[in-house]
């Protein structure tokens, strides 16, 4: 049995009603077995002295196979997003390509202290591109719930051109490589858009996920159709809501569908920097709480924005400050409060993603029994130093520089602020990677091109 003891930090449990506070934390295997402010014990010490000990970041929707794509869609709206990387780039994946993009990913994710990844992997040209995303996956050591992309690819294999071709795939992962429900890498599903594929299709896929006993995930009132399409009333109508949905970006939900969302138990994912950085809309984080719902966090797309979580609860909640403030103001009067808070942002970033996988039992907070998933971040740092207030430091100035140390189910990921991967070989492959990606793109007419970019300023 490994046992490692957590020294002297300021832990930040994200349970209720604790107070941030000097203590240890001794870890057994992959679990966390006590947090008291002293524990002497026969075990590996890591020393958190100047450092605050957080839950392990959950990330509730990230395409993790674009890291070789990084940067590509920086100055693009959503619909040219869809043309360079799902229409041009995706189809030319190869099985290699997906493997280490999901690598490279997951260990972004990692260095950033996300230990747990909604995966929304919709890259699957065929029944190897699958296999080889989930390699990659489990090569970073990362916690995923690898959602198996249920939506179309130009191309790909005929066995997956129908919800039952892709169910069947479902079904043998489940009851194959991904049967265990208490692994390092769960399976998921990405539902199909439903504005592409009609009800029959979505109900077929959502019925077939629920029979295997798998949650799912899908996109929602984030893309402006001329004839916009209401996915919460319609799915609502056909008997389909249920807690086992993750509803990712839900910017042109009115507080009615953001009611329906919350009461059917669903969860809602926004990715701030992506939804502004592509013309999407305003970001749900303040209307899912006011529905009463718990906002989780995403980075989704590295092609066009960081893959840093704590940046994305640091623009969310910012962006929440400043629609509630416009309200005020545009009467006349001062705001009195900014919410949400440091503290709101960090729970996001924690325990609600935790619910939204439906895993809040074992992971997205530091208690005795849960899996040892945690951050030990450095409050020396020039950015960091002094610490008053742990949410402050790790919502308003924390970078993933200033991440020491990641353990994820008690095997240590980070140290000494690197990754114990071995990076520059990763990187070797990502590059040579990106080179086939790029070629087989001119190939098919190219990324939209920056010259053609219409861009004011
Ligand atoms: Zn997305």
Redesign the pocket.
């Known amino acids: 049995m490994s046992r490692v003891v957590v020294k002297g930090g300021t832990v930040v449990t994200m349970e209720p009603g604790w107070l941030p506070q000097r203590a240890d934390v001794l870890i057994e295997d992959d679990k966390i077995v006590a947090i008291e402010p002293s524990i002497t014990a026969d075990a590996e010490q890591i020393d958190a002295t100047d450092c605050i000990v957080a839950p392990g970041l959950v990330d509730t929707?990230?395409?993790v196979w674009q890291a070789g794509l990084r940067g590509v869609t920086a100055d693009m709206v959503l619909k040219d997003y869809f043309r360079s990387v799902r229409f041009q780039a995706s189809p030319v994946y190869r099985p290699e390509d997906i493997e280490v993009g999901n690598l490279a990913g997951m260990l972004e994710a990692i260095d950033a202290g996300v230990t747990s990844v909604l995966d929304?992997s919709h890259s699957i040209s065929s029944p190897d591109h699958a296999e080889a995303a989930i390699d990659g996956t489990i090569a970073s050591g990362g916690r995923s719930q690898f959602a198996l992309g249920f939506n179309d690819v130009v191309g790909q294999h005929k066995s997956l051109d129908s919800a039952q071709g892709c169910l069947h795939l479902a079904e043998s992962l489940r009851k194959g490589r991904l049967a265990a429900d208490d692994a390092l890498v769960t399976l998921g599903i990405a539902l199909s858009d439903l504005p592409e594929v009609g009800l029959e299709r979505i109900r077929a896929e959502l019925e077939g996920a629920r029979r295997l006993g798998l949650r799912s995930t899908t996109?929602a009132l984030a893309i402006l159709f001329n004839d916009p399409v209401d996915d919460i009333e319609v799915l609502d109508g056909a008997g389909l809501l249920g807690p086992d949905i993750v509803w990712?970006?839900l910017n042109y939900a009115t507080p009615d569908q953001f009611r329906r969302v919350v009461e059917s138990g669903g969860s809602v994912s926004t990715?701030p920097e992506?939804e502004m950085a592509m013309g999407m809309g305003r970001p749900a984080t303040e209307r899912v709480l006011a529905a009463g719902g718990h906002c989780t966090l995403?980075c989704?797309?590295t092609t066009s924005v960081s893959g840093s979580l704590l940046q994305q609860a640091r623009t969310a909640m910012q962006v929440g400050r400043l629609l509630d403030a416009d309200e005020r103001m545009a009467t006349g009067k001062a705001p009195l409060s900014v919410p949400p808070s440091c503290e709101t942002m960090l729970k996001a970033a924690t325990i609600w993603g935790a619910e939204a996988l439906g895993q809040s039992h074992r992971i997205g907070s530091l208690r005795p029994g849960k899996q040892a998933d945690l951050i030990v971040v450095r409050t020396d740092a020039v950015n960091t130093a002094p610490m008053i207030d742990p949410y402050a430091t790790l919502i308003t100035q924390a970078q993933p520089s200033n991440i020491d140390t990641v353990m994820i189910a008690g095997e240590i990921r980070k140290s000494g602020g690197r990754l114990r991967a071995d990076w520059s070989t990763v990187q070797k492959r990502l590059e040579q990677s990106k080179e086939h990606v790029a070629r087989a793109v001119t190939e098919r007419g190219g990324f939209l091109p920056r010259p053609a970019l219409d861009l004011p300023w």
Request: hydrophobic share 35%; net charge neutral; with cysteine.
């Open positions: 929707h990230r395409h929304f996109n990712v970006h990715c992506a995403g989704d797309v």
